[in-house]
């Protein structure tokens, strides 16, 4: 008794109405390669299937034979070939029958779609390309037909918070190289949502029409940055929701302000050759991090340059002294707190810094929304999904569009669901 491919493919993937014929190794068109080819016939008992309604109708006739690309057996480029029937569909006329492994009209089955998809989670679509001996092109289709199997059957319920970013994408500063994202931000499900092109109004409404005004109705959280187009939309259209100006966001802005400081200052002084200079080379980092992590040698330059009447270090210290606003436990408390701290913002004769502290009083309400969400949201996911963003779109170096970024960034974050039949058996 021999073990038969044929025995080994009705285990893992048999299609009723179907039999798997003869297996031949074959030879590659061009090159010296070594193929099997794989023909299967249809099943004599069995009507075809009307690929429209997929209800049995009588036979009309036969097309010639194509061939489907499988995932590889042995390393080997595998093929299925068939020669589909037509059908008489009392319904749809004279239609091609329901041919299940096939997901469309290119030449690659449903298995070798999810074959290639879940790998191209693992590598970069041109490394798996070549490690399967496929195209580019091949591999971008497959995960395409995979990312819209996943939107077309992912369930978008019990949707709470959301976060909303903008994030830039490429090289040049167009409007087109920027993205509106969509997070689902709840504890029990982080997710990519939606992503779109730019992020003006019409690009974010676009967004929440096509998840639906069951999902937008049902938000209880709002997250974004202080960006008006945003801002705009979510007060229109999701009030019911709590909009939350994220400790993320705000930390940022701090940030990019002591860094202004620092680059302006740094110009200043070596414009005068001014010995103190020195004392800002090299401190981008140690004052952008959260100052409790600085340690160690790096924890002694930032004590001596704090020590020093730089303007650099006054903006520090209001960046790191906003800080405890995060842990106040009453609103009105972590009120007078951000008046007091906007108040010497706008006292420093900081221009980055007093631009940061108007920006917090013109929104100080979205602002103290954080209080009430308290514990209801968590202040990292955007962060967290932003920054596995930045891996995809820098992977994205060998994406030549758009569009094929924004298929590997729902395939790599979307959490979609998966043909399973398909799916599961090869890796
Ligand atoms: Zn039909």
Redesign the pocket.
């Known amino acids: 008794m021999q073990l038969q491919i044929k025995t080994i493919l009705n285990a893992i993937q048999h299609f009723p109405g179907f039999v798997y014929r003869d297996i031949r190794l074959g030879r590659e068109l061009r090159g010296r390669g070594r193929t099997i080819e794989i023909r299967i016939e249809p099943h004599a008992g069995i009507p075809a ?7 049995p ?1 009588p036979g009309y006739d036969r097309l010639p034979e194509r061939s489907w690309q499988f995932p590889p057996l042995w390393g080997l480029v595998t093929w299925f070939l068939y020669a589909a029937r037509r ?1 008489n ?5 004279v ?1 091609v029958e329901h041919v299940p492994w096939s997901g469309g009209k290119r030449p690659v089955t449903i298995a070798m779609m999810c074959f290639l998809s879940r790998w191209a989670r693992r590598l970069s679509w041109r490394e798996t390309a070549r490690a399967f001996q496929t195209s580019w092109e091949c591999v971008y289709r497959s995960v395409e037909w995979f990312v819209q199997w996943g939107l077309a059957h992912r369930k978008l319920e019990n949707v709470e918070s959301i976060g909303v970013d903008e994030l830039h994408w490429g090289k040049s500063q167009r409007a087109d190289n920027f993205l509106t994202v969509i997070y689902q931000i709840d504890g029990h499900c982080r997710r990519l949502l939606w992503v779109g092109k730019r992020r003006t109004q019409a690009t974010l409404r676009r967004g929440l029409k096509e998840l639906g005004p069951q999902v937008v109705g049902g938000l209880r959280f709002v997250c974004t940055d202080m960006w008006k187009p945003y801002l705009n939309v979510i007060a229109a259209q999701a009030g019911q929701a709590l909009h939350v100006l994220d400790r993320f966001h705000i930390t940022t802005h701090l940030n990019q302000a002591v860094d202004q400081v620092r680059r302006a200052e740094s110009g200043r002084l070596r414009a005068i050759a001014s010995t103190r200079a020195a004392q800002l080379k090299d401190m981008r980092w140690k004052l952008l991090r959260r100052g409790s992590r600085v340690r160690g040698r790096a924890r002694d330059r930032l004590n001596a340059l704090v020590a020093s009447k730089l303007a650099t270090a006054r903006a520090w210290i209001l960046k790191e002294t906003f800080a405890p606003f995060w842990k106040y436990k009453s609103l009105t408390w972590a009120g007078y707190f951000l008046d007091d701290w906007t108040w010497r913002a706008l006292r420093s004769r900081l221009e980055p810094m007093q631009k940061v502290a108007r920006m917090l009083r013109s929104h100080r309400s979205l602002l103290m929304n954080w209080f009430k969400a308290k514990g209801e949201i968590s202040s990292g996911a955007v962060e967290g999904l932003n920054n596995k963003i930045r891996v995809v779109t820098r992977r994205s170096y060998g994406f030549r569009t758009y569009e094929a970024m924004e298929i590997a960034l729902y395939h790599t974050l979307g959490r979609l669901p998966e043909p399973e039949q398909f799916a599961h058996k090869f890796c």
């Open positions: 299937k009307c690929s429209r309604c997929l209800q109708a059908v569909c009392a319904e749809h006329g239609v």
